[in-house]
């Protein structure tokens, strides 16, 4: 090779691997892999193994068609949470005209993956619209590999639930009460009847709508996938078998007519810890946030975690994931997502700190931090200049 170009290659490599060393989140800022393109894993969530963090998350193209999957499921790794290694695709739409459930041009959102210690396998969980069919499929979708950066085999879908009822649910509730149907959204009657059953007993026999999710493995091993329900009404956790591919029956309801989506969860000093947003599409809102002592409720509403300018759009930005710090006791990042649905390859990530005080989970803005602020007292986290 000629000096010329040997050199330019040289310096194009240098160049990169200057570009890959970063020491410090910059949220809402272009975040440059190691070959210094800006990540694409949206609505993305965090798997810990082995000593490495694997980034899981849709993986967009440009234009209005990017909104729904046209390659798959996109993987990073790093060791230090700042700098990350491209692992490809982890999980590979089906070719047009296959017929599969998931093929090109399906909606593909928020994948999740966990491991399961009984099987050895990594189990990746995502919600799943069928092509062609706008949301009305709403279902959740299953795939496992051997190792963490795939390649992912597609299991099956589900509407969970079928012909079950939730934890709780009385028997006078089974049947609808007279004059049900004819009621008026939003007022305090129609809430009553959906937090008793009326969309759940409509769904009864095809099972529950599943949408926005997420996946949680307790600290006894159990896991469960919780996802917004009941026309994104209503927040359902359910328990996964014991291989986190299926669902043992057991289920119940978050908040009816609560109006919550895109869940993300942790656990701390015994209590779980869930933050949503409200359902306004694309555009972003005010977040949520629930304590419950059980992972099966009841389930109490706090305030808005986010703090500060712009807290009622949580800093122009939708949950999508609570990352637990390795090696930090009670050290959670909350993760999000800036949308752009009219260039979905755009869309930006924040990433902030989560502090607590007492029961209620704190969000501050900071242009700049390192993971040196969970080292703080929580409720001072302070941007690094």
């Not at 190792?147 to 939730?166: E, F």
């Not at 949680?216 to 009404?233: M, P, Q, R, T, W």
Request: net charge positive; with cysteine.
């Amino acid at each position: 090779m000629p000096k010329r170009l040997l050199l330019a290659a040289l310096l194009t490599l240098a160049g990169a691997a200057q570009a890959q060393q970063r020491t410090a989140f910059a949220p809402g800022q272009p975040w440059p892999d190691n070959k210094d393109t800006h990540l694409n894993a949206h609505g993305a969530g965090v798997l810990y193994d082995k000593g490495r963090y694997y980034l899981f998350g849709e993986h967009k193209v440009a234009g209005p068609k990017g909104n729904s999957a046209q390659v798959g499921v996109h993987c990073y790794s790093s060791k230090d949470l700042y700098n990350w290694q491209d692992e490809g695709i982890a999980f590979a739409v089906a070719p047009e005209g296959s017929g599969s459930e998931v093929e090109k041009g399906c909606v593909l959102e928020r994948p999740k993956v966990v491991f399961n210690k009984q099987t050895g396998q990594y189990v990746m969980w995502f919600h799943l619209e069928l092509k062609g069919k706008g949301y009305a499929a709403a279902r959740t979708a299953v795939a496992v590999a051997s190792k963490p950066t795939g390649p992912y085999r597609y299991v099956r879908s589900y509407r969970p639930g079928a012909g079950q009822w939730p934890l709780g649910f009385k028997d006078e509730w089974k049947q609808p009460a007279p004059g049900e149907k004819d009621l008026k959204w939003w007022t305090p009657e129609w809430r009553a009847a959906v937090a008793q059953g009326s969309f759940i007993r409509r769904d009864f026999v095809p099972g529950q709508m599943a949408r926005d999710m997420t996946i949680f493995v307790d600290d006894d091993g159990k896991a469960y996938n919780i996802h917004s329900s009941e026309e994104n009404l209503t927040l359902h956790v359910a328990e996964l078998t014991a291989d986190y591919q299926g669902f043992t029956g057991r289920w119940n309801t978050i908040a009816p007519a609560g109006h919550n989506e895109a869940p993300a969860i942790c656990k701390r000093g015994g209590k779980y810890y869930l933050i949503t947003s409200g359902c306004t599409g694309w555009a972003p809102n005010a977040a949520r946030s629930f304590v419950a002592s059980s992972i099966w409720g009841p389930w109490q509403q706090l305030d808005n975690p986010a703090t500060g300018p712009d807290a009622d759009s949580t800093y122009h930005s939708q949950s999508t994931y609570l990352l637990p710090v390795a090696g930090k006791k009670d050290a959670f990042i909350f993760m999000a997502d800036r949308w752009t649905p009219k260039n979905p390859i755009e869309g930006g990530y924040i990433w902030l700190p989560l502090t607590f005080e007492g029961d209620q989970p704190r969000l501050r803005w900071a242009d700049r931090w390192t993971l040196s602020a969970f080292d703080q007292p929580r409720s001072k986290v302070v941007a690094t200049p």
